[in-house]
C-alpha cells in the first residue's frame, strides 16, 4: 500500500526532484531543443544519430547488412548521449522533433532527407534498395504486421518492464508484476509463432527480424537488462522460449548482426 494520490493537476515542477533511476533526469514534459549544438557530418551518403540501445542496433543491423550486399559503401555513425541531452540539441531536434535515437540524414539526394523512428528508417532504406522486403503480396502484409507488433509491443518491454525491473529507483512490485506479464506474454506470441517459422516471415529473413531481434532476441540471450542486481532472462524464465532462443542464435551470429552490436560511434 502507499499514501501517494494524484493531485487534481500533475505539475512537473512539482516532482521533478522525484525523478530517480538512472533516466530520472533526461526527460521533461516539452519538446524542442534546450541548447544550441552543430551536429558533425562525414562524407558518407548516411549519417547516423545514434546509440547502441535496441532500438539503435535495429537500424545498425539493416546498414550493415545493405554494405555486406554492397548496397551501400558505408555510413557515418555518431554517439547521442542520452544521458548528457545530446537528443535535444538544436541540429538533432532538426532531424528528429521528438528527439530520441536514432536518426538518419540520407546525404544521397540533395536536399538532404531526414529519417526518425526506427521503424521508419528501417522501411525507408528497406524500400529505397529493394532489399530485406517480401515480393509475395501476403509475405510482405505479414512482414508489415510483425514490423509494427514489435513498434507498438516493445515500449512495454523497454519503458515500461525494463524501467521498473532494472532502472527505476527502487523496486515496485505491482509495475513489476503488470509489465512482467505482458513481457512474458508477448515472448509466448514470438514463441508460438517461431515453432512454424524459421524467421518471422516463413523461411524469408526480412527487416522485421532486424526490429524484433535486438528486443526479444537479445532478452532470451541473456543481454538485455542484466546487471548485478538484476538478470531478465533469469527473472522471466526465458530457457522456455526455445523458439525464440533458437531463432535468436541464428541471428546473433549473421556477420551483419555482430558488427551492429559492436559498432563504435563517434563522438560528436
Not at 86 to 94: A, E, H, I, P
Not at 125 to 137: E, G, I, V
Not at 165 to 173: K, L, R, S
Given at each position: 500500500m502507499?499514501?501517494?494520490?494524484?493531485?487534481?493537476?500533475?505539475d512537473?515542477e512539482?516532482?521533478?526532484?522525484?525523478?530517480?533511476?538512472?533516466?530520472?533526469g533526461?526527460?521533461?514534459?516539452?519538446a524542442?531543443?534546450?541548447?544550441?549544438?552543430?551536429?558533425?557530418?562525414?562524407?558518407?551518403?548516411?549519417?547516423?544519430?545514434?546509440?547502441?540501445?535496441?532500438?539503435?542496433?535495429?537500424?545498425?543491423?539493416?546498414?550493415?547488412?545493405?554494405?555486406?550486399?554492397?548496397?551501400?559503401?558505408?555510413?557515418?555513425a555518431?554517439?547521442?548521449?542520452?544521458?548528457?541531452g545530446?537528443?535535444?540539441?538544436?541540429?538533432?531536434?532538426?532531424i528528429?522533433?521528438?528527439?530520441?535515437?536514432?536518426?538518419?540524414?540520407?546525404?544521397?539526394?540533395?536536399?538532404?532527407?531526414?529519417?526518425?523512428?526506427?521503424?521508419?528508417?528501417l522501411?525507408?532504406?528497406?524500400?529505397?534498395?529493394?532489399?530485406?522486403?517480401?515480393?509475395?503480396?501476403?509475405?510482405?502484409?505479414?512482414?508489415l504486421?510483425?514490423?509494427?507488433?514489435q513498434?507498438?509491443?516493445?515500449?512495454?518491454v523497454g519503458?515500461?518492464?525494463?524501467?521498473f525491473?532494472?532502472?527505476?529507483?527502487?523496486?515496485?512490485?505491482y509495475?513489476?508484476?503488470?509489465?512482467?506479464?505482458?513481457?512474458?506474454?508477448?515472448?509466448?506470441?514470438?514463441?508460438?509463432?517461431?515453432?512454424?517459422?524459421?524467421?518471422?516471415?516463413?523461411?524469408?529473413y526480412?527487416?522485421?527480424?532486424?526490429?524484433?531481434?535486438?528486443?526479444?532476441?537479445?532478452?532470451?540471450?541473456?543481454?538485455l537488462?542484466v546487471?548485478?542486481?538484476?538478470?531478465?532472462?533469469?527473472?522471466?524464465?526465458?530457457?522456455?522460449?526455445?523458439?525464440?532462443?533458437?531463432?535468436?542464435?541464428?541471428?546473433?551470429?549473421?556477420?551483419?548482426?555482430?558488427?551492429?552490436?559492436?559498432?563504435?560511434?563517434?563522438?560528436?
Open positions: 502507499t499514501d501517494y494520490a494524484p493531485p487534481a493537476v500533475w512537473f512539482a516532482v521533478k526532484t522525484k525523478n530517480g533511476g538512472k533516466f530520472g533526461t526527460n521533461r514534459p516539452t524542442g531543443a534546450t541548447h544550441e549544438q552543430t551536429l558533425p557530418t562525414g562524407d558518407a551518403d548516411y549519417q547516423l544519430y545514434s546509440l547502441n540501445t535496441p532500438n539503435g542496433i535495429k537500424v545498425n543491423i539493416l546498414l550493415e547488412e545493405l554494405k555486406n550486399l554492397d548496397r551501400i559503401d558505408g555510413y557515418d555518431y554517439k547521442i548521449d542520452i544521458i548528457k545530446d537528443q535535444f540539441g538544436s541540429d538533432f531536434v532538426k528528429n522533433p521528438n528527439s530520441k535515437i536514432p536518426a538518419l540524414l540520407d546525404k544521397s539526394v540533395s536536399p538532404a532527407i531526414p529519417v526518425f523512428e526506427s521503424g521508419a528508417i522501411l525507408y532504406l528497406a524500400n529505397k534498395y529493394q532489399a530485406f522486403l517480401p515480393s509475395d503480396a501476403a509475405k510482405h502484409a505479414q512482414m504486421s510483425w514490423l509494427m507488433w513498434m507498438g509491443s516493445a515500449p512495454f519503458g515500461g518492464f525494463g524501467h525491473y532494472a532502472y527505476a529507483p527502487e523496486p515496485m512490485e509495475p513489476i508484476n503488470r509489465y512482467a506479464m505482458e513481457t512474458k506474454r508477448q515472448l509466448d506470441v514470438l514463441n508460438n509463432h517461431l515453432a512454424d517459422n524459421e524467421f518471422m516471415v516463413g523461411d524469408e526480412t527487416i522485421a527480424d532486424m526490429a524484433i531481434y535486438p528486443w526479444y532476441g537479445r532478452l532470451c540471450l541473456g543481454e537488462y546487471g548485478e542486481h538484476y538478470d531478465a532472462a533469469r527473472f522471466l524464465a526465458v530457457e522456455q522460449y526455445s523458439h525464440v532462443i533458437r531463432w535468436a542464435k541464428s541471428l546473433a551470429v549473421r556477420n551483419a548482426v555482430k558488427a551492429a552490436q559492436s559498432l563504435q560511434l563517434q563522438a560528436i
